[in-house]
T-cell receptor, first 111, second 116 residues
Framework: GQNIDQPTEMTATEGAIVQINCTYQ??????LFWYQQHAGEAPTFLSY????GLEEKGRFSSFLSRSKGYSYLLLKELQMKDSASYLC????????????FGKGTRLHILP | GAVVSQHPSWVICKSGTSVKIECRSL??????MFWYRQFPKQSLMLMAT?????????EQGVEKDKFLINHASLTLSTLTVTSAHPEDSSFYIC????????????FGPGTRLLVL
């Protein structure tokens, strides 16, 4: 079976750093994605990891360890607009294979 | 990034009617599109994979006769909710592979369906 786990909710303070973890067990692996979703809107793409290591993109970084089935999304210099759900998603063995989403982590930013 | 559009963005209909939702890739060709459904405060649930020129692949528990999918061209997929009922009220989102290096999926803006 396929399983993607991430915390349900997290709270952090404006200007701080927060790390959202994701663990997965899937049949085959061809990439891990992080998406941001604001309430009532469609998800927007944040990052993509297919090899082990850290990918940095501005205030957001994403890390992957394939041997551990583990990823995290790191958000720096938090802003109020970062309050959203963050979805961890994994694609199976083929390039056109479906992407399975975790249940998402709702991040609350406090002033 | 790649652009995916959906139409309509909002639908309110009476129970028993059918509703068609269109998903278009505007600046790229998509041989594969995906249809998701999202209930309030829940994550995206994949309903089906739409393949151009062939039948859609449905996820377990999704009724293929109720949710009709047609992938008529490389830029258009449609989802028809037949004989809609209040429990079908949800946020329907399509996505498509861009075919570019990162191979990510780009999402349409979603269609909110309310069945009265």
């Amino acid at each position: 079976g396929q399983n993607i786990d991430q915390p349900t909710e997290m709270t952090a303070t404006e200007g701080a750093i927060v790390q959202i973890n994701c663990t997965y067990q899937t049949s085959g692996f061809n990439g891990l994605f992080w998406y941001q979703q604001h309430a009532g809107e469609a998800p927007t793409f944040l990052s993509y990891n297919v090899l082990d290591g850290l990918e940095e993109k501005g205030r957001f970084s994403s890390f992957l360890s394939r041997s551990k089935g583990y990823s995290y999304l790191l958000l720096k210099e938090l802003q109020m607009k970062d309050s959203a759900s963050y979805l961890c998603a994994v694609r199976g063995g083929n390039r056109d294979d479906k992407i399975i989403f975790g249940k998402g982590t709702r991040l609350h930013i406090l002033p | 990034g790649a652009v995916v559009s959906q139409h309509p963005s909002w639908v309110i209909c009476k129970s028993g009617t059918s509703v068609k939702i269109e998903c278009r890739s505007l600046d790229f060709q998509a041989t594969t599109m995906f249809w998701y459904r999202q209930f309030p405060k829940q994550s995206l649930m994949l309903m089906a994979t739409s393949n151009e020129g062939s039948k859609a692949t449905y996820e377990q528990g999704v009724e293929k006769d109720k949710f009709l999918i047609n992938h008529a061209s490389l830029t258009l997929s449609t989802l028809t909710v037949t004989s809609a009922h209040p429990e079908d009220s949800s946020f329907y989102i399509c996505s498509a592979n861009s075919g570019r290096v990162q191979e990510t999926q780009y999402f349409g803006p979603g269609t909110r369906l309310l069945v009265l």
